[in-house]
C-alpha cells in the first residue's frame, strides 16, 4: 500500500504488474477519493492496464499507452472516463522509504483524464515522478494535479518478499561440492538472480582459491592475485561457462562476490584426486 501525503487526496493502494514491463492495474482509495468527497471505497479500473514500462525500454526512452478509466463507488459504476499516458524512463536511484531501502528506476509520467459527466466534458492533467523497484512496483510518488503543488505518496509495507541478490556458482552443474580425477574435465559457470536490486552497479568479483594461490577472473583473462572483475550493473542470467578446464590435484574453491553497500557471495568448492592405485 502506499500513503499519498498531503494534498487533498487520501491514502490509496495501487495494483501494478510487472510482466512485459510495468502496468498499473487499479488504484484503490478506501477512504474515499478525496478529503470531503462522499465516502465510500474509489476503485478506478485502467483497461487495458496503463503502461508505465516497456519491455526493453532504454534509459531516456517513453512509452505511451491510453484506454478507458473506470470509476466504481460503494460497488456502482460512478462515471467511465478514458485516460493517455506517457511514461519516460529517467535513472536509477536508491530510495528510502517505511517499507524499506530500495533500488529502483525513477519514471516522469504524464496522465490525462477525460470524461463527459452529464453531458460536461471534463479533463484534467496529471505530472508525476514515480520509483518503481523490480518485483515491488511503486516504492515513492510525487504527482502534481493541474499545475497544484505536488503530493507525495510513499509505500509503507509490502508482503512481497524483498529479495537480495542471489550469485550462484557451479561446477559441473555442482552448487556446493565436486569431485573430480585430474583427468576429467571441469566445467565453472555461474548464474545471478538480481532480485529486488536489477540493475544495481557493484563490485563483481570472481576468483579461484588454488594450491598455488588465488586467481581472478579479469576483463583480460584470469590473472594471479584478487583483482575486481569491474562494476557492473545486476542483470538475471544463469548458466554463463567462465572456465573449462582440468585441474591438477588439490583442493580448490571458487568465489562470486558482488559487493556494494552489502556483500552477497556464493561458492563452490572442487576437490580433485587422483584414482587410488589398485
Not at 510487472?18 to 474509489?42: E, F, S
Not at 479533463?123 to 508525476?128: D, K, L, M, P
Request: hydrophobic content about 40%.
Amino acid at each position: 500500500m502506499s500513503e499519498r501525503q498531503g494534498g487533498k487526496y487520501t491514502r490509496s493502494r495501487e495494483y501494478w504488474s510487472n510482466t512485459q514491463g510495468g502496468r498499473t492495474h487499479k488504484l484503490l482509495y478506501p477512504d474515499g477519493l478525496m478529503q470531503g468527497a462522499p465516502p465510500g471505497i474509489v476503485e478506478v479500473v485502467f483497461d487495458p492496464p496503463m503502461l508505465m514500462m516497456g519491455k526493453g525500454q532504454r534509459l531516456g526512452e517513453a512509452v505511451t499507452s491510453s484506454g478507458s478509466a473506470t470509476y466504481v463507488i460503494g460497488g456502482q459504476l460512478y462515471m467511465a472516463a478514458s485516460y493517455t499516458c506517457t511514461a519516460r524512463a529517467v535513472r536509477f536511484e536508491d530510495v528510502l522509504v517505511p517499507a524499506g531501502t530500495f533500488h529502483t528506476l525513477r519514471l516522469e509520467v504524464t496522465m490525462g483524464m477525460y470524461a463527459n459527466p452529464f453531458g460536461t466534458p471534463v479533463s484534467s492533467t496529471e505530472t508525476a515522478q514515480i520509483w518503481t523497484a523490480p518485483n515491488i512496483g511503486p516504492v515513492k510518488e510525487a504527482y502534481a494535479l493541474d499545475g497544484a503543488p505536488a503530493r507525495e505518496g510513499v509505500l509503507l509495507a509490502t508482503n512481497l518478499p524483498l529479495g537480495p541478490a542471489f550469485p550462484d556458482a557451479r561446477a559441473n552443474g555442482e552448487p556446493e561440492i565436486l569431485a573430480v580425477t585430474p583427468e576429467e574435465g571441469v566445467t565453472i559457470a555461474l548464474g545471478l538472480d538480481p532480485g529486488t536490486y536489477l540493475a544495481k552497479v557493484c563490485d563483481w568479483y570472481v576468483v579461484l582459491a588454488t594450491p598455488a594461490g588465488p586467481f581472478s577472473l579479469t576483463r583480460h583473462g584470469w590473472q594471479r592475485g584478487v583483482i575486481r572483475l569491474g562494476q557492473l550493473g545486476l542483470l538475471p542470467f544463469t548458466d554463463l561457462p567462465i572456465l573449462e578446464t582440468t585441474l591438477p590435484a588439490g583442493s580448490y574453491t571458487l568465489y562470486f562476490a558482488l559487493r556494494g553497500h552489502q556483500t552477497w557471495t556464493d561458492t563452490v568448492e572442487i576437490r580433485v584426486e587422483p584414482v587410488p592405485q589398485q
